[in-house]
């Protein structure tokens, strides 16, 4: 019975070396993003420590005045709260879609139209963020806020969607759907990668024992790709949660507690940091550091579990 | 077998293939739906494409129904749910067009030759059109996204070799971590710059600028990176070791310039992805309205801070601007992605 033999690898020094500097090179980026936690929170330890955990719960953001009579209090809690409002607005919306885009484009469309809507959609995503500001003031806006008054008419008497002061631009809905449409792009493109990984025998078979082709895809496709969407629905919800640009340029910032979705007032926290970054003092610049740290964080944790799902998928299945 | 013989060839039955008098009668009940839709929108109070796409879609559904009135549940509920999908594709897919179409529409007014060779210095956001350009901010984001690229490419390539060639006991975080990399948000990258970077040299600068857009490139290009390493043969290595070269050598000189197309694909992309940016440059590069092609001291301008200073100001004419300087942008990443397409054809042949 032959025995499987041990292997042993002996690298020459050439080997070595060359293998020491790949690694290192490699290295860079679990350094650089290990630094970045480390330097903002560094920095912003600060305010951690004279805030404590109204950081998080409180109300306010201001910077004191300079005579010192006010005290400087910086709290991100109604920015959180924004930020998870407008991305979950935003993940609402455009899953849906895209799941509907990523079908559409694997089992409904023909061989040309995929290749043509597969090219669109890499360029989709890389629409730079800011031209979402721009499009959504200027050209979605109308559309959103006659959306938001017939939403408020019908609905208002949900608290959600009650508007006092009837003013329906640059809200956190807006916002919401100019961000789903930002994201919409990732989630498409990740779920039809998942779906068109399908085993094309299962889908065969299923037109083979009659199924339709509605059939086919509640029966195989889409159980086969939810941990697959999943993951790529929670990378769109990452970049949401870190919008910067088409947040700052769409919302109107104000920072207080809003629950009410169509009210024009809101924010979150990678544009408080771009708002107040201009004019901070030393001390509010540290409560801007501590702030990104948080957001830091959030997106990262999304993150790595929206990785470890799709990595864990893609590595089953292929 | 066609040549066998000389008996004339019977048109095969292609009985998938549906006549086209068929598929002209399979349209004219939408086209009356939409007509209908439209005539609706004309005289009553559903206004806008939105109210039409409502109607048309509603309209759709209705006619489905009445298509399948006589076949069973199931293949009624395949055709709506079909409509369905193709409604929700579409929805998905409008806001982009609708952006294209906007950058076009919006920003063309402003494109002129001297547009792209002068800068703003002498020139007010409030200008007639025909004056001052987007000369220096085209120039400021070469170089920044030149030395992101001088710095990026170099770590990417070799995260992409640690992952397909050298695969030592870390690849599997390392994968994981570069994959997460790609989710830190632009503005947390320009914050680390800042305290890092522009604080200790207490001046914003291009370079500041550049290591903030390598933050958010160094993803992209380590992961295009090793999907091109991975499409090496495994015989190119097996035979390179066959020929007694060490692993430094085949990985060098064998596998690296098999995929050089691949890697400048990499960088394309890497590009692409940033140079678009704006939140990061906020933080670290600034704008300035004039030429310059110092990266080592003060502020540069970018095409995107270009874009989000005029927009700010927010009067006619500078939103005109703004619109034009999204249009070039979109123009060169349209480009970029064009050029990657090519070369990443070649690779795969």
């Given at each position: 019975m032959p025995q499987k033999r041990e292997m042993h690898v002996v690298y020459s020094l050439g080997d070595r070396i060359f293998r020491r500097i790949v690694t290192a090179g490699a290295l860079t980026s679990l350094i650089v993003l290990a630094l970045i936690g480390l330097f903002l929170f560094a920095r912003g330890a600060e305010i951690f420590r004279d805030m404590g955990f109204k950081f998080i719960t409180g109300v306010k953001w201001t910077a004191g005045s300079e005579d010192g009579t006010a005290a400087a209090e910086f709290s991100i809690g109604p920015m959180l709260v924004g930020t998870i409002i407008v991305s979950f607005i935003a993940l609402i919306v455009a899953l849906p879609l895209s799941i509907a885009g990523a079908l559409f484009i694997e089992f409904y469309s023909s061989q040309r139209l995929k290749r043509l809507l597969i090219s669109l959609l890499d360029l989709a995503a890389a629409i730079p963020s800011i031209f979402f500001g721009l499009w959504g003031i200027q050209v979605f806006s109308s559309m959103a806020e006659r959306w938001s008054y017939l939403l408020n008419s019908y609905m208002g008497w949900f608290p959600l969607f009650s508007?006092?002061?009837q003013v329906f631009g640059r809200s956190p809905f807006v916002a919401g759907l100019v961000l789903a449409a930002m994201i919409a792009p990732i989630i498409t493109s990740i779920s039809r990668e998942v779906y068109s990984r399908t085993p094309r025998e299962l889908v065969d078979s299923c037109y083979a024992l009659g199924g339709t082709r509605w059939g086919a895809i509640r029966a195989v496709v889409l159980p086969f790709g939810r941990s697959g969407v999943l993951g790529g629905a929670m990378l769109g919800l990452g970049r949401a949660l870190g919008e910067t640009v088409a947040v700052y340029l769409i919302l109107n910032l104000v920072f207080a507690y809003n629950f009410?979705?169509?009210?024009?007032q809101g924010g979150n926290i990678a544009s408080l940091i771009a708002t107040r970054f201009g004019e901070a003092t030393a001390y509010e610049l540290k409560g801007l550091l501590a702030a990104g740290f948080v957001l830091f964080l959030l997106t990262l944790t999304v993150n790595m579990i929206a990785t470890s799902v799709v990595q864990r998928t893609s590595k089953d299945r292929s | 077998m066609s040549n066998i013989g000389n008996e004339t060839l019977v048109a095969p039955i292609q009985p998938w293939v549906k006549p086209r008098a068929k598929t002209l009668k399979n349209l004219f009940g939408p086209a009356l739906v939409a007509l209908v839709s439209f005539v609706i929108v004309l005289l009553t109070g559903f206004a806008g494409p939105d109210g039409w796409a409502l109607l048309f879609f509603v309209g759709l559904l209705g006619l489905a129904i009445a298509r399948t009135r006589n076949q069973d549940r199931v293949k009624r509920n395949n055709s709506l749910i079909s409509i369905v999908i193709a409604g929700g594709a579409t929805l998905a897919f409008a806001p982009w067009l609708s952006i294209f179409y906007s950058l076009v529409i919006k920003g063309f007014?402003?494109?002129?030759?001297g547009y792209f060779f002068r800068d703003m210095r002498i020139t007010t956001?409030?200008?007639?059109?025909?004056m001052g350009g987007v000369g220096h901010a085209i120039i400021g984001s070469a170089i920044m996204v030149l030395i992101a690229t001088a710095i990026t490419l170099p770590l990417g390539i070799l995260s992409g070799v640690y992952l397909?060639?050298?695969?030592?006991?870390l690849t599997r975080m390392i994968r994981f971590v570069i994959q997460s990399m790609s989710g830190v948000p632009s503005i947390v990258a320009g914050l680390f710059i800042f305290t890092t970077f522009v604080d200790v040299t207490k001046q914003f600068s291009g370079l500041a600028g550049s290591l903030a857009l390598s933050i958010l490139m160094l993803p992209t290009v380590a992961r295009t990176a090793e999907e091109v390493l991975k499409l090496v043969p495994e015989d190119l290595r097996a035979a390179s070791y066959a020929l007694g070269a060490r692993q430094w050598r085949s990985s060098l000189m064998v596998v690296l310039p098999t995929v050089r197309s691949g890697l400048t694909t990499a960088a394309i992309l890497g590009v692409a992805r940033v140079i678009g940016e704006t939140a990061p440059l906020i933080l670290t590069a600034q704008s300035i309205s004039s030429f310059k092609f110092?990266?080592?001291?003060g502020q540069i301008a970018s095409i995107p801070m270009y874009i989000f200073a005029l927009f700010q100001i927010g009067t006619e004419y500078s939103m005109a601007r703004a619109w034009s300087g999204a249009l070039v942008l979109m123009v060169i990443v349209f480009l970029l992605f064009v050029v990657a397409r090519r070369l990443g054809n070649r690779v795969k042949r």
């Open positions: 508007n006092e002061m009410n979705i169509l009210e024009a | 007014h402003g494109i002129y030759l956001p409030d200008d007639e059109l025909n397909t060639e050298v695969r030592g006991r110092n990266p080592f001291s």
